[in-house]
T-cell receptor, first 116, second 113 residues
């Protein structure tokens, strides 16, 4: 199957700083990528849909100015958590689908963000 | 909008036995897909099985099968001949044709040797 890689797998940052998480499709092109957030022992919540070459679409309640998404190429989407706060500590997962293959989503291995 | 409900936070099964995980969903989409994902401690999401809503035949994948009841909006997962490696968190999910996934709250499955 297709491979999606996230980097870093773990990151610790100080409150007030920004942190960038990368999501790469390694062996396929992804016109659309998705970002999810998972709190401990809870489900994955869709945060936003990242579209190559255009603005991301955010789910209701997700602050677009806090969670900046850039999808500059067909293989890379980035999520930047700006002015990080301890409440932003969570597990972030991206997914991507192969262009032309609807609903065949491949997930990255996730990024554990801890804000201290 | 799509919502997915998993009413069993935890389940356990004896090794080699069969267990069924429940899932109900609600969607306004006319075309959608249903999934079961497994999330082991590594947190990597692993696709277990997938069902196209327009197909009446229940999907099967080796020891994994689903009971898809479209009218009841029910999508349960049956794991036969349970193995120790099946222990994980299982998430039911629905997806629209735009590939946006909506997940249930998960069921933690324990396999007892």
């Amino acid at each position: 199957g297709a491979v999606v890689s996230q980097h870093p797998s773990r990151v610790i940052c100080k409150s007030g700083t920004s942190v960038k998480i990368e999501c790469r499709s390694l062996d396929f092109q992804a016109t659309t990528m998705f970002w999810y957030r998972q709190f401990p022992k809870q489900s994955l919540m869709l945060m936003a849909t990242s579209n190559e070459g255009s603005k991301a679409t955010y789910e209701q309640g997700v602050e677009k100015d806090k969670f900046l998404i850039n999808h500059a190429s067909l293989t890379l989407s980035t999520l930047t958590v700006t002015s990080a706060h301890p409440e932003d500590s969570s597990f972030y997962i991206c997914s991507a689908n192969v262009a032309g293959m609807n609903t065949e989503a491949f997930f990255g291995q996730g990024t554990r963000l801890t804000v201290v | 909008a799509q919502t997915v409900t998993q009413s069993q936070p935890e389940m356990s099964v004896q090794e080699a036995e069969t267990v069924t995980l429940s899932c109900t969903y609600d969607t306004s989409e006319s075309d959608y897909y249903l999934f079961w994902y497994k999330q082991p401690p590594s947190r990597q999401m692993i696709l277990v099985i997938r069902q196209e809503a327009y197909k009446q035949q229940n999907a099967t994948e080796n020891r994994f099968s689903v009971n898809f009841q479209k009218a009841a909006k029910s999508f349960s997962l049956k794991i036969s001949d349970s193995q120790l490696g099946d222990a994980a968190m299982y998430f039911c999910a629905s997806a629209n044709t735009g590939n946006q996934f909506y997940f249930g709250t998960g069921t933690s499955l324990t396999v007892i040797p």
